[in-house]
């Protein structure tokens, strides 16, 4: 059986006409080869690392060069991954909520060196050390989900800040990097309390809905969703179904969104715009923030991106799992490159994946323009 899905120009009538607005005119010899080479690498992956389903998008300059499924988004119903198929975010969503966070600085609503006491008056005493900024780039002293947190319990978004609030600072603020998703859930509420909007319909309004991004938005497992993907893991080699949560844990600003390629293509057209942001918010948020003493941090974290050099070319980029899913989106900045990896498997490696599909597409753009 062949599992592979994508748009084609040689499908007749309406849909070939409907499918066709999200394809590029064909391409260079080199370019064909170039696609040949990553699908039948994406395609030995999935069969090394067991990923039931996986989707690719490729684009250049905001444009889509490739988009394209593989493989299963349901195993027992045995339906194939298209470029519609919807995933969920994991920490990629993070992106999204830091975007929201510096619309309300470009507003004026808040600012980045405000301590976090300005919106959460009953906080502990320590949380005036700590800035958005560093709630944004990880550098606040916030932590992780405590070991015995309850993902089973339907919590509230109060319960939740009275948990974040319960927990000491792990470090003094400005002075270490720490992946934190309770800062970014904070971070959510902190949008919830400026605009009087649940985040996530903020994101809705000012993001997916400008953009034309229709099937991104809040988890909802109990929503008919179409297209929706189901997640996987492994355990003792056999393929399982995703572990379930409650419903509150699943809305929360520290990613918890679902997408297709195609809405993240429209995400990744955008940022070279100002649509959303002004070019200097864009810049501060893909710039390494610093520390307390001068220095960025050691991670080269942003607001919600990592940035960093890989074999000379500037990147910017995020994983993320989450229940059975696993995410990569690699935007390579001087080459106009993008790469997005979308899986449901929760021991699958797709920022692995997205750096060799560069690699393939990078490599046969030096090729030719050798020729040239």
């Not at 990923?51 to 490739?66: E, T, W």
């Not at 920490?91 to 966070?101: H, L, N, P, R, Y």
């Not at 099937?215 to 996987?232: L, Q």
């Not at 990613?255 to 809405?263: A, N, T, W």
């Amino acid at each position: 059986m062949n599992l592979r899905c994508k748009y084609s120009p040689l499908i007749p009538g309406l849909v070939a006409i409907a499918l066709a607005l999200f394809l590029l005119p064909r391409f260079s010899a080199q370019s064909d080869a170039a696609q040949e080479a990553a699908g039948n690498y994406v395609r030995e992956e999935m069969q090394r690392q067991h990923i039931p389903g996986l989707a690719l998008l490729v684009s250049q300059g905001g444009k889509i060069v490739r988009a394209e499924g593989f493989g299963l988004a349901n195993v027992e119903l045995q339906v194939p991954v298209k470029p519609e198929t919807v995933f969920q975010s994991g920490s990629v969503g993070k992106q999204f909520t830091a975007t929201a966070v510096m619309m309300l600085v470009e507003e004026g609503k808040v600012g980045l060196d405000d301590p976090l006491t300005n919106f959460f008056p009953d906080a502990p005493a320590t949380w005036k050390e700590v800035t958005v900024r560093e709630l944004l780039s990880h550098t606040g002293g916030f932590g992780d989900y405590p070991e015995k947190f309850d993902f089973r319990k339907d919590w509230t978004e109060n319960e939740l800040l009275k948990l974040v609030e319960g927990i000491p600072l792990a470090y003094p603020p400005g002075t270490k990097w720490e992946y934190s998703n309770l800062g970014f859930l904070t971070l959510g509420i902190l949008i919830h309390r400026v605009t009087g909007e649940f985040y996530g319909d903020f994101l809705q309004q000012r993001i997916f809905q400008p953009l034309g991004m229709q099937t991104t938005r809040i988890i909802s497992e109990a929503d008919i969703v179409p297209n929706r993907a189901a997640g996987y893991r492994l355990v003792k080699g056999e393929l399982k179904n995703q572990e379930w949560v409650a419903p509150m844990v699943n809305t929360t600003a520290d990613g918890s969104l679902y997408f297709s390629i195609l809405d993240l293509a429209k995400w990744d057209a955008a940022l070279y715009t100002e649509k959303l942001l002004k070019r200097s918010s864009l810049d501060q948020m893909w710039t390494p923030a610093k520390l307390k003493n001068g220095q960025p941090n050691k991670d080269g974290y942003g607001f919600g991106w990592v940035t960093g050099q890989r074999h000379g070319h500037r990147v910017i980029s995020h994983d993320g799992a989450w229940q059975g899913f696993k995410t990569a989106v690699a935007r390579y900045i001087d080459d106009q490159l993008t790469v997005v990896v979308l899986t449901n498997l929760a021991e699958a490696k797709p920022g692995e994946i997205a750096q060799h599909v560069v690699d393939i597409y990078l490599s046969d753009a030096k090729s030719a323009a050798g020729k040239h």
